[in-house]
């Protein structure tokens, strides 16, 4: 996988009858996974992320409700997701800028390649934007 933000669908088994079980085989992620978390109950007038991580690598999946993504790479490259399936997932690689707004009822659970570190976030944007070029 490319250093470059991108949609990834994962397998959906099941059918509208029955209901359906989507899956990540650690084959199939394009990092080794170190751990796992979910964030809820947003309110939709509050916007997350406004940081890049020196290091980090993540895939964010709505597992309920929707999500925009905004994403910027080092070198000014923009670009807006919607997260609206529990089969979609967005790979967000290190250095890239991200912004998101929730639906009411999104949950977000975020595939995380390290451990938590302050010391791995960049939250100022200026400083973000230094590191292009
Ligand atoms: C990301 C996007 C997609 C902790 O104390 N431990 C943790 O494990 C985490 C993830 C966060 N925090 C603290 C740090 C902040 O004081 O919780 C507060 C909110 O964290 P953050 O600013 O990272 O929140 P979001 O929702 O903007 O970002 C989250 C992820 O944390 C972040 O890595 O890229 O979702």
């Known amino acids: 996988m490319g250093l470059v933000p991108k949609i990834i669908s994962f397998p959906k088994i099941g059918n509208s009858s029955l ?35 020196l290091e980090l690598q993540q895939i964010l999946v709505a597992v309920a409700g929707q999500i925009t993504v905004k994403t910027e790479m080092p070198g000014g490259h923009k670009q807006i997701f919607l997260l609206d399936s529990p089969d979609k997932g967005l790979y967000i690689p290190r250095l ?15 595939i995380a390649s390290l451990a938590y570190s302050e ?13 292009k070029g």
């Open 19 to 53: 209901g359906y079980i989507s899956l990540a085989e650690k084959e199939s992620l394009p990092f080794q996974v170190n751990r796992i978390y979910w964030t809820y109950y947003t309110p939709e007038s509050v916007e997350r992320g406004g940081h890049s991580h």
């Open 119 to 131: 010391d791995d976030y960049i939250r100022n944007y200026d400083e973000f934007l230094k590191l």
């Open 96 to 110: 890239c800028w991200r912004e998101m707004k929730y639906t009411h009822n999104a949950v977000q659970i975020c």
